[in-house]
């Protein structure tokens, strides 16, 4: 895979945590900043297997899923690489990456931060990034998020995190802020 296209990717995963605490807390000293990543930083995918379908152009990474550039580790059951029918190789990373999905415990830690669900997706061409789940968790330290499904549009750094539906809390977001948490590191 090219490493360009895969550290955009790894960008656009690194917006997944932006979501600024100040916004949904008025005096809020803390807030959750975002994934510090490296575009120019080598990029290893390790998996239990790997299947190439060269006429699909589909390249399927199953069990144990670890990707990681720099400080930011990405994990999961299966990740699904979809390439643009452009002329390239999935099976030799020469392809352009059209979107990526990713299942089965999700798992996204930069340095400080960490984010979790049960699948996500990333479309290259419209840079939307969508996390889901039973429960979708952004956490900083102490200061956490939950919800059930985020999405962030790269372009415009929009990011909406939807409530759960059901439960005792039925389509409700919730976070914690710890005063002084950001001051702790």
């Known amino acids: 895979m090219r490493i360009n296209r895969l550290s955009r990717l790894f960008f656009g995963l690194g917006l997944l945590v932006s979501l600024p605490a100040a916004a949904f807390a008025q005096d809020a000293q803390s807030r959750l900043t975002g994934l510090q990543l490296s575009g120019d930083e080598p990029i290893q995918i390790e998996s239990d297997r790997l299947e190439v379908r060269e006429g699909e152009n589909v390249a399927v990474f199953s069990g144990n899923v670890s990707v990681v550039q720099g400080q930011t580790l990405l994990k999961s059951g299966k990740m699904t690489v979809y390439y643009v029918n452009d002329g390239g190789s999935a099976a030799t990373g020469s392809a352009n990456i059209d979107r990526l999905e990713v299942d089965g415990n999700v798992y996204l830690k930069s340095e400080t931060q960490v ?43 929009l990011a909406k995190l939807d409530g759960c539906k059901g439960g005792n809390s039925a389509g409700r977001v919730k976070m914690l802020l710890t005063p002084g948490s950001q001051n702790k590191r």
Do not use: Y
């Open 115 to 157: 984010a979790t669900g049960d699948r996500g997706t990333f479309d290259m061409k419209t840079e939307v990034l969508e996390l889901s789940g039973k429960e979708v968790v952004l956490s900083e330290g102490e200061n956490v998020i939950v919800g059930c499904k985020l999405t962030v549009q790269m372009k415009s750094g």
